[in-house]
């Protein structure tokens, strides 16, 4: 098939239309692939200091490997891996995990209206809502006759791929040669910045992005680096929703 998958015209509305099933989420996993790439290289290298740095905490590879396919968190994982050679505490461990991942409640809510409606996919997709996958899913566009659900879906499971592959990559190589991997984990924070970047440029007006941005620099400088997340996180879901209604007819009157 030659058609422009992410301009499709008139002619090949139709085409959509009829296409089989399996090729409908062949099609998704084209268009998801793309968006996906950036999350590749960030999720590859700082995959491969978290199984390089399970290594040295001497757990062998195979504990990586399982933790990033069914934990896959991030950086809970990292924290976990302290919490595995320390004493066993588990309220210390659930406190910190709620800490650590409490933002994806925002996420979680902010999908709710996006990931209605699409099957049972979305029990995976829920499962797999890391910090990319939201970034990318919230914001992307998708062509009408191409399945939205499958093109999130296969976002979910690149992203899910390649943290897995990272890992498996930094635990077997781990095992044989010794790394230095300090300050690979600012890997991630260009990734944000890159993916915020590409953002700003689509938006004819950065009005969202203002609101989140100027919420996290209050939220740093009153509660401080290590803090400030989740307070700028409800700030900035308050505004949002506050402020919906007049947003939404701004973007409909630049469209």
């Not at 950036?38 to 290298?45: D, E, K, M, S, Y």
């Not at 991997?181 to 970047?197: H, P, Q, R, S």
């Not at 400088?221 to 997340?229: E, M, N, V």
Request: glycine fraction near 8%; charge should be neutral; charged fraction near 15%.
């Amino acid at each position: 098939m030659h058609e422009n998958i992410d301009s499709p015209n008139e002619n090949s509305s139709s085409q959509y239309k009829d296409m089989s099933r399996s090729n409908q989420i062949w099609i998704a996993a084209r268009v998801a692939f793309p968006k996906t790439v950036p999350i590749f290289a960030g999720f590859v290298f700082l995959g491969i200091a978290y199984g390089l740095m399970m290594n040295s905490l001497g757990f062998s590879a195979i504990y990586p490997i399982l933790i990033s396919l069914i934990v896959f968190a991030g950086s809970m994982e990292f924290v976990a891996a302290n919490l595995l050679v320390g004493t066993f505490s588990p309220l210390t461990a659930l406190f910190l995990t709620l800490t650590v991942n409490a933002r994806h409640l925002f996420y979680g809510l902010s999908m709710l209206e996006k990931y209605d409606g699409i099957g049972k996919k979305k029990w995976y997709m829920v499962y797999g809502l890391c910090d990319e996958a939201f970034a990318i899913n919230s914001t992307m566009d998708v062509p009408k006759n191409i399945d939205k659900g499958w093109v999130m879906f296969f976002v979910t499971l690149f992203n899910h791929f390649y943290w897995v592959l990272g890992a498996t990559l930094g635990g077997i190589f781990g095992s044989f040669v010794n790394f230095n991997i300090e300050g690979l984990d600012f890997v991630m924070t260009a990734l944000f910045v890159v993916i915020f970047l590409e953002q700003w440029m689509k938006e004819e007006k950065h009005t969202s992005s203002l609101v989140g941005l100027g919420a996290s620099i209050v939220c740093l400088i009153i509660f401080g680096g290590s803090k400030f997340i989740i307070p700028a996180m409800i700030a900035i879901l308050g505004l949002l929703t506050l402020f919906r209604k007049s947003l939404e007819k701004a973007e409909a009157e630049v469209v």
